[in-house]
Structures are given as C-alpha cells and as structure tokens.
C-alpha cells in the first residue's frame, strides 16, 4: 500500500522558514524516480494549486508566487521529498500536500504564516 506523509507544517512569522518533508512508503524506487511529484497548497477558501514540481530528470518548475523562496529537493534513495521554504509570507498560508504522480497524494501539512 502506497502511503504518503507529509510534516514540518506549523506556525511561523513572516519572514521564517520551514521544511516539509513527503515521506513515502510503499512505492517501489523506479516508480518513485521516473516520476513527476510535487506539492500543491490549498488556502482557505480557494482551490488547491501547484507550489513546485520536479521531474523524473530532475528539472524544477515553482509557481510565480514562490519563485526564488521555495526550493523542491527529493531523495530517490530515501523515497522522500522536500520542500524548503523561506522568506514565509502571510499568503503562504494554507495546507500543503505531496503528491507522486497523479495517484498517490498525502493527506497534508497545515502551514500557517502569521504577519
């Protein structure tokens, strides 16, 4: 069984950092590795968007708003996913999910940016 978990989700200032972490189990490497993964967030209110993406080759894509703060890094070895945040904003906020392929997602970490 495919099992997604994320953490490093919590309440910091404008201004701080975090790290999510995308734990995986049950993914075999060569599914973990060739395949596109990433985070989305959903805020209060709004609809679940993409923060970052990474593919099978390495090749990184961000959303506009977190271009140049947020930073996509996973370890194929570990089957685990990282994302590192800093220069938090207030619109950060919201609860962010892993995802690996289309089919496997985690159930979310809540980050919450306080200004």
């Known amino acids: 069984q495919v099992q997604l978990a994320e953490s490093g989700g919590g309440l910091v200032q404008a201004g701080g950092s975090l790290r999510l972490s995308c734990a995986t189990s049950?993914?075999?490497?060569?599914?973990?590795?060739?395949?596109?993964m990433g985070w989305h967030r959903q805020a209060p209110g709004k609809e679940r968007e993409l923060v970052a993406s990474?593919?099978?080759?390495?090749?990184?894509e961000y959303a506009d708003s977190v271009n140049g703060r947020f930073t996509l890094s996973k370890n194929n070895a570990k089957r685990t996913m990282y994302l590192e945040m800093n220069n938090l904003k207030a619109e950060d906020t919201g609860v962010y999910y892993c995802?690996?392929?289309?089919?496997?997602w985690g159930r979310g970490t809540q980050v919450t940016v306080s200004s």
């Open positions: 995802h690996v392929g289309t089919d496997y």
């Open positions: 990474i593919s099978s080759g390495g090749h990184t």
């Open positions: 049950g993914i075999i490497l060569s599914v973990f590795s060739s395949n596109t």
